[in-house]
């Protein structure tokens, strides 16, 4: 069976064996996704797969499905896929690539396989429009190469959506022209944090990383291919110390500071000054240029106030733009960045923390904090992707055992994040249409190689994907009778997954310390920071 779980699957009698004799064929809007399949199937199985208009693998649009929407019919002669759009076609032959042996997600010949395909008819459609997984490459930069992996992992799991973490007090990862030491000063750090707590050392050993305007358009495009859009995020006004480190004068306080070493927030925040907002302006033309994404993700979130409060400057400026306090200043920033995206045909993406002022209409909100900021932006008419700690943060830890690696926060098993539901149940049917959908978050302060985010995400990612996908009942018991399937489909492809007994040896972390917390504290820290947050 499918991960995620298909609308309707009706088995059929016999099989479709792939041989010598099998040919593909599609239209030629389908080129890419033909020649995509074509790449996919003939490593393991050593097939030339030749594309020929008689095949007996078929592709095609159909103007009576959804736009990711698929059928796939296999009988003893034919495999039919069709799709509302490419991206549903797409869809369908990864569902087809499931029906095969595991070993089909080999990188090479696998001798000796018989490559059947059950008969099979699949009618099937995602349940969001959203369906994601958020990656800081900040704290922890991760090399091209493997952030190409893990969109053909999402691709697997048909998740469309990345949201990619670019900038953070300890690292800024992407290349701007026009700010050169962005990535000269800010994309390096001399070394990093072991450990969640305050007193945990530093191990000495200088990271860092960028990506360059060539790679990202690299990623983007194979991201496209995999019908996934990629949606950047530049912090601000707050996590921008490595921001400051290259450029000082865009801080209050206009003092030296390094790329930040240690986890959490830093103080440091930007400046109001208009010539702030003009060089985070530039930053974000380059942006637009690069991710043709019509969400920009711009942060907004924990932005510490006390340098603001202290400073007679901001003080002065605060009463130029009218502004009687810096809780006021902060939705300013976030304003003038939301015009600027507007202007530009753009939809501006933020934290929930943006709510706590007035915000443009078209902006979209992250609730992250619970589901607090999900009810209060629909209900206000924002748009909304849920994505609440408690239920989908992928740092936290995995179970209440000692040997999870540097436990942080709530334990979140694999059946915690199977009852994710994105749509708050107190939303209207007008209200929860605003709840484009959903995705996971991966923070990287204590994932410190793509080994490590493999063992966070996976098999969580694969929960979320079905809750984000299907449409209906969920039964976890049988989803996890599928899910021990699927794990195969992982092993072939290297994915070094959590095991439902916990951590290998080498996923440990003995002695580093971490900072678990229980549920009931958990609950309590975050109605503590959405108490400013208007439910109406």
Request: aromatic share 8%.
């Amino acid at each position: 069976m499918l991960i995620p779980r298909p609308l309707s699957i009706e088995a059929c009698d016999g099989e479709l064996v792939l041989d010598h004799d099998t040919t593909v064929s599609a239209p030629d809007q389908l080129g890419g996704v033909l020649a995509w399949l074509q790449q996919a199937l003939r490593p393991a199985t050593g097939l030339p797969l030749c594309a020929d208009k008689s095949g007996n693998v078929l592709l095609y649009l159909s103007d009576d499905l959804g736009p990711e929407a698929y059928r796939l019919q296999v009988t003893a002669n034919q495999v039919t896929i069709e799709g509302g759009t490419a991206a549903g076609v797409f869809y369908g032959c990864q569902a087809l690539l499931q029906l095969l042996p595991p070993e089909i997600y080999r990188r090479s010949h696998v001798a000796g396989q018989r490559w059947a395909i059950p008969a099979v008819r699949i009618v099937d459609e995602p349940r969001f429009g959203w369906r994601g997984a958020m990656l800081d490459v900040a704290r922890h930069f991760m090399p091209k190469h493997d952030v190409l992996r893990f969109i053909d992992l999402m691709a697997l799991h048909r998740l469309n959506t990345l949201h990619w973490h670019l900038t953070d007090d300890q690292g800024w990862r992407l290349e701007i022209k026009r700010y050169p030491r962005l990535t000269e000063v800010g994309a390096w750090r001399r070394e990093s944090q072991v450990g969640a707590v305050r007193t945990a050392p530093g191990d000495g050993r200088p990271h860092g990383g960028f990506y360059t305007q060539e790679d990202v358009r690299e990623i983007v495009a194979y991201a496209a291919e995999r019908f996934i859009t990629v949606v950047p995020e530049i912090e601000s006004p707050g996590h921008v110390r490595a921001a400051l480190a290259a450029y000082p004068e865009l801080g209050v306080t206009g003092r030296p500071v390094e790329v930040w070493t240690r986890w959490g927030i830093s103080t440091d925040v930007l400046n109001a000054e208009e010539s702030t907002v003009d060089f985070f302006t530039g930053v974000l033309d380059e942006v637009m240029e690069l991710f043709p994404s019509r969400w920009i993700g711009v942060g907004g979130d924990e932005c510490p106030r006390d340098q603001w409060r202290a400073d007679e400057r901001t003080g002065r400026r605060m009463a130029e733009l009218g502004l009687t306090g810096a809780e006021q200043l902060q939705s300013w920033f976030i304003g003038r960045l939301d015009a600027h995206l507007t202007a530009a045909g753009r939809r501006l993406f933020g934290w929930d923390e943006i709510l706590e002022g007035d915000l443009g209409p078209s902006a979209t909100v992250a609730s992250w904090r619970g589901m607090t900021g999900a009810v209060a932006a629909a209900r206000r008419g924002h748009d909304v992707v849920a994505c609440p700690d408690d239920l989908v943060y992928l740092d936290y830890r995995q179970s209440e055992s000692p040997d999870e690696p540097i436990p942080v926060a709530i334990p979140l098993t694999l059946r915690d994040v199977y009852a994710f539901e994105p749509v708050p149940a107190q939303l209207t049917p007008e209200q929860a249409r605003h709840v484009l959908g959903g995705q996971a978050n991966i923070w990287t302060e204590h994932a410190d190689s793509p080994r490590a985010v493999d063992y966070l995400a996976f098999p969580r990612l694969c929960a979320v994907a079905e809750v984000l996908w299907t449409t209906g009942e969920r039964d976890f018991a049988e989803f996890e009778a599928r899910l021990d399937r699927h794990l195969a489909r992982l092993d072939a492809l290297g994915v070094e997954y959590r095991r439902a007994d916990g951590p290998l040896p080498w996923q440990k972390r003995p002695g580093v310390p971490g900072r678990p917390q229980t549920r009931q504290q958990r609950t309590v820290h975050i109605a503590h920071l959405v108490a400013n947050i208007s439910q109406t």
